[in-house]
T-cell receptor, first 112, second 111 residues
Framework: EAGVVQSPRYKIIEKKQPVAFWCNPISGHNTLYWYLQNLGQGPELLIRYENEEAVDDSQLPKDRFSAERLKGVDSTLKIQPAELGDSAVYLC??????????FGPGTRLTVL | GDSVTQMEGPVTLSEEAFLTINCTYTATGYPSLFWYVQYPGEGLQLLLKATKADDKGSNKGFEATYRKETTSFHLEKGSVQVSDSAVYFCALSDLANDMRFGAGTRLTVKP
C-alpha cells in the first residue's frame, strides 16, 4: 500500500515569492493534516481536514498561508508571499478518522 | 494545554548498549501516547503506541509502557544497533486526535 506522497521534496525560493506544496494521502484516509517542523523541533499542526472541511485551522497564519482539499483527497498548502522565517519542513499526514496518523516524507523549504 | 517533554539529546551509545529515552506528558484527559522515529531525509514513522494506562507498546525491540501515575512513556531497547540511529519523537493525541510532539531526541549508535 502506498504511503502519504508529498511533492516537491525540496524547494528553494527567494523571499516574497509564492510557493505551493502538494499532498496525496493514503487511499481511504478521510483525515488529512499539515504540520510545520522547524529545525530541531517536533512537528506543529497547521491545519486538519476531515474530508474536504477544514476542522482546525487555528494555527494557520492566514495572512500568508492558505490550504485547500478539493474533493476530500489531495491537498495543497500555499504560502504567499514567503518570508525568511518560513524555512522549515512541511509535513503532511493522514489517518482514518481518529486512528493513527501516517506521515509523508515532507517538503523542505528554504527561503533566501 | 496538553504537552510532551522528552529527554534532550543528543544521545550517543555504542552498539549493543541499553537505551532509555525519557518522555513525560501533561494532559487534561486520557490521551493516546506514541513514539515516532525519523531517519535522515525521511518523514516520521510510527514506532509504537499505547492507548490506555498500563498498556505496553512494542516494535522492533523497542518498548514503552503507558504510566498514568508518573505521566510517563519512556522508550527502551535492550541492545541498540547502528541502524537505530535516528531522531525519536514522543507524542500524545487527545480525543480530537490533535497530536502534540516533543522536541525530539537524536540518537547516534557507534559500532
Amino acid at each position: 500500500e502506498a504511503g502519504v506522497v508529498q511533492s516537491p521534496r525540496y524547494k528553494i525560493i527567494e523571499k516574497k515569492q509564492p510557493v505551493a506544496f502538494w499532498c496525496n494521502p493514503i487511499s481511504g484516509h478521510n483525515t488529512l493534516y499539515w504540520y510545520l517542523q522547524n529545525l530541531g523541533q517536533g512537528p506543529e499542526l497547521l491545519i486538519r481536514y476531515e474530508n474536504e472541511e477544514a476542522v482546525d485551522d487555528s494555527q494557520l497564519p492566514k495572512d500568508r498561508f492558505s490550504a485547500e482539499r478539493l474533493k476530500g483527497v489531495d491537498s495543497t498548502l500555499k504560502i504567499q508571499p514567503a518570508e525568511l522565517g518560513d524555512s522549515a519542513v512541511y509535513l503532511c499526514a493522514s489517518s482514518l478518522g481518529e486512528d493513527t496518523q501516517y506521515f509523508g516524507p515532507g517538503t523542505r523549504l528554504t527561503v533566501l | 494545554g496538553d504537552s510532551v517533554t522528552q529527554m534532550e539529546g543528543p544521545v550517543t551509545l555504542s552498539e549493543e548498549a541499553f537505551l532509555t529515552i525519557n518522555c513525560t506528558y501533561t494532559a487534561t484527559g486520557y490521551p493516546s501516547l506514541f513514539w515516532y522515529v525519523q531517519y535522515p531525509g525521511e518523514g516520521l514513522q510510527l514506532l509504537l503506541k499505547a492507548t490506555k494506562a498500563d498498556d505496553k507498546g512494542s516494535n522492533k525491540g523497542f518498548e514503552a509502557t503507558y504510566r498514568k501515575e508518573t505521566t510517563s512513556f519512556h522508550l527502551e531497547k535492550g541492545s541498540v544497533q547502528v541502524s537505530d540511529s535516528a531522531v525519536y519523537f514522543c507524542a500524545l493525541s487527545d480525543l480530537a486526535n490533535d497530536m502534540r510532539f516533543g522536541a525530539g531526541t537524536r540518537l547516534t549508535v557507534k559500532p
